[in-house]
């Protein structure tokens, strides 16, 4: 089995939308009450939909970039608000936090082969 998409709960889709638009992704299916994109790099696919219930963040986003810095520079510069800048984390990634409207987490981050492959890993 392969992982192909996430749906989490949002409480306005164009206001979400137009978030996740500026991050990168690109719309695949567009309706008032659900939105699917493409990720911007690779063909995993993200979906939102109009939650009927107050939206309670849970899940965290990881978008992996070979270049945290420059990529969290990049959406600085394009009206993006951190809460964490990059750091070097204990678990050997490098990552930032920034929030979408509705308050899910998202963090870019790198791991590089410790993404899969982290000194800890079980081994078979």
Do not use: C
């Not at 963040?57 to 608000?81: C, N, T």
């Not at 678990?91 to 929030?99: G, K, N, Q, S």
Request: net charge neutral.
């Amino acid at each position: 089995m392969r992982l192909n998409q996430i749906t989490i709960p949002v409480s306005n889709i164009p206001r979400s939308k137009s978030f996740y638009m500026r991050l990168g992704f690109r719309l695949l299916v567009d309706s008032p009450h659900y939105t699917r994109f493409l990720a911007p790099d690779g063909d995993t696919t993200f979906s939102l939909h109009l939650s009927e219930d107050d939206v309670v963040p849970g899940a965290v986003i990881y978008l992996e970039s070979d270049k945290v810095d420059k990529e969290v520079a990049r959406l600085q510069g394009r009206g993006f608000e951190f809460e964490a800048q990059p750091e070097d984390t204990g678990w050997l990634w490098r990552e930032a936090v920034l929030r979408d409207p509705d308050g899910h987490k998202i963090k870019i981050y790198h791991a590089g082969k410790n993404r899969v492959d982290p000194p800890w890993r079980v081994k078979d």
